[in-house]
């Protein structure tokens, strides 16, 4: 049985991850930072681990691999999901939410492909996918942070592709569109429409849509995939 490790599954996007892995034949560990109730509540519903870990701390980064390794063995697969967002005017921008920012999106991603990918060359063979966004590939105004940090994480993707792939490790990005979570909830109607309107599938997509893309980058049918980047988006960006 395979294993994999989500970060920040304990809601949205990493909620849904984590159901659909555990649903097919996989362990399961996933990392979150302070949700202790929905965690819990989610590892009950799927027998998944939660761990505890703030994945701009490396310490925390480090235990949380520990404990799946110690755990189930090994960690086949890691998908970087972890991230946090806000809006802000560049001008009106603190270093202080530039850092977080990138510490939790990009260094986290680092952090955890560093400490997985030494048993992964061992094996020679793993898959990490890296949770990106649509604003990685275009950049959305009042949020130059998080498109900085996401865009980053599409760097890293195709920049270790390269790297692994003659050790038979595979590197992928999935860059989701306007997809239905809490990370949304803050839009107001007339923004939901408008960004409905220019998406050319005519809907939000769902937390399902990323989850299926991810599975299927993880599974042995994606195995001649490197470097990519599966742009989940409704058409938001073609």
């Known amino acids: 049985?395979?294993?994999?490790?989500?970060?920040?599954?304990?809601?949205?996007?990493?909620?849904?991850?984590v159901r659909l892995f555990?649903?097919?034949?996989?362990n399961v560990a996933f990392t979150y930072r302070s949700s202790d109730v929905r965690a819990n509540e989610l590892a009950k519903n799927t027998g998944a681990l939660p761990i505890k870990a703030d994945s701009a701390v490396e310490s925390d980064v480090n235990s949380a691999i520990a404990k799946t390794l110690s755990e189930y063995g090994s960690i086949d697969c890691l998908i970087n999901n972890a991230a946090i967002s806000s809006f802000s005017l560049f001008t009106d921008l603190s270093i202080e939410e530039w850092n977080e920012t990138l510490a939790v999106n990009l260094t986290g991603a680092f952090l955890y492909s560093k400490g997985v990918i030494p048993d992964m060359l061992k094996r020679k063979e793993g898959?990490?996918?890296?949770i990106s966004s649509m604003w990685g590939l275009v950049g959305s105004s009042c949020e130059v942070h998080y498109s900085a940090a996401k865009a980053g994480l599409i760097g890293m993707t195709k920049a270790l592709a390269k790297e692994l792939g003659p050790s038979g490790i595979t590197v992928n990005a999935i860059a989701?569109?306007?997809?239905?979570?809490?990370?949304?909830?803050?839009?107001?109607?007339e923004d939901r429409e408008a960004l409905i309107d220019e998406t050319p599938l005519?809907?939000?997509g769902e937390c399902s849509d990323v989850a299926e893309a991810a599975l299927f980058l993880a599974s042995d049918k994606a195995s001649f995939i490197t470097g990519e980047v599966l742009n989940v988006s409704g058409g938001f960006v073609i």
């Open 176 to 189: 989701p569109g306007v997809i239905n979570t809490e990370m949304n909830s803050h839009l107001s109607d």
């Open 127 to 130: 898959r990490i996918i890296n």
């Open 22 to 26: 555990s649903e097919n034949g996989y």
């Open 1 to 17: 049985m395979k294993t994999v490790l989500i970060t920040g599954g304990s809601r949205g996007i990493g909620r849904e991850l």
């Open 202 to 204: 005519m809907r939000f």
